[in-house]
């Protein structure tokens, strides 16, 4: 017998950044286009949520939670682990704009650690 999945029911925070009339836009990813001598790349590199430039160097950004409660949802498991919804949203910040933040946006991460780095090798299938 098939069993359902479970639902990925959105959260609703107080905050009117998140919710309302002042609502923000997802993390947006632009596309851009590479020249080299002899190679053309498309590539897509998200916007800084902070000055709305595209993020050319990955390493040099944060993925960060904004209007974070302490709220969060269990939705469910993965690979035997319980996953749970954070109330906020996370946006990518170039550094500048993350140390110019009045907050200190918890949770964050690297955004290398979320957007790998095409300039890096790929990760061979395997482990190897």
Same mark, same amino acid.
């Given at each position: 017998m098939?069993?359902?999945? &479970?639902? +990925?029911?959105?959260?609703?925070?107080?905050? &009117?950044?998140?919710?309302?009339?002042?609502?923000?836009?997802?993390?947006?990813?632009? %596309?851009l286009?590479?020249?080299? $001598?002899?190679? +053309?790349?498309?590539?897509?590199?998200?916007v800084c949520?902070?000055?709305?430039? %595209?993020? +050319?160097?990955?390493?040099?950004a944060?993925?960060?939670?904004v209007?974070?409660?302490? $709220?969060?949802?269990?939705?469910?498991?993965?690979?035997?682990?319980?996953?749970?919804r954070?109330?906020g949203?996370?946006?990518?910040?170039c550094? &500048?704009?993350?140390?110019?933040?009045?907050?200190n946006?918890? %949770?964050?991460?690297?955004?290398?650690?979320?957007?790998?780095?095409?300039?890096?090798?790929?990760?061979?299938?395997?482990?190897?």
């Amino acid at each position: 017998m098939h069993k359902a999945a &479970p639902s +990925l029911e959105v959260m609703q925070s107080d905050n &009117p950044c998140i919710n309302g009339a002042g609502a923000t836009q997802p993390t947006e990813l632009v %596309p851009l286009m590479v020249k080299g $001598r002899r190679r +053309l790349e498309y590539r897509f590199a998200p916007v800084c949520h902070g000055c709305g430039q %595209p993020i +050319l160097n990955i390493n040099e950004a944060n993925v960060a939670v904004v209007g974070g409660g302490s $709220r969060d949802k269990l939705i469910g498991k993965h690979n035997g682990k319980s996953v749970y919804r954070i109330d906020g949203r996370a946006f990518v910040f170039c550094w &500048p704009c993350d140390r110019a933040q009045e907050e200190n946006n918890v %949770p964050w991460e690297y955004a290398a650690a979320t957007f790998r780095s095409r300039d890096e090798r790929p990760a061979r299938r395997g482990g190897k």
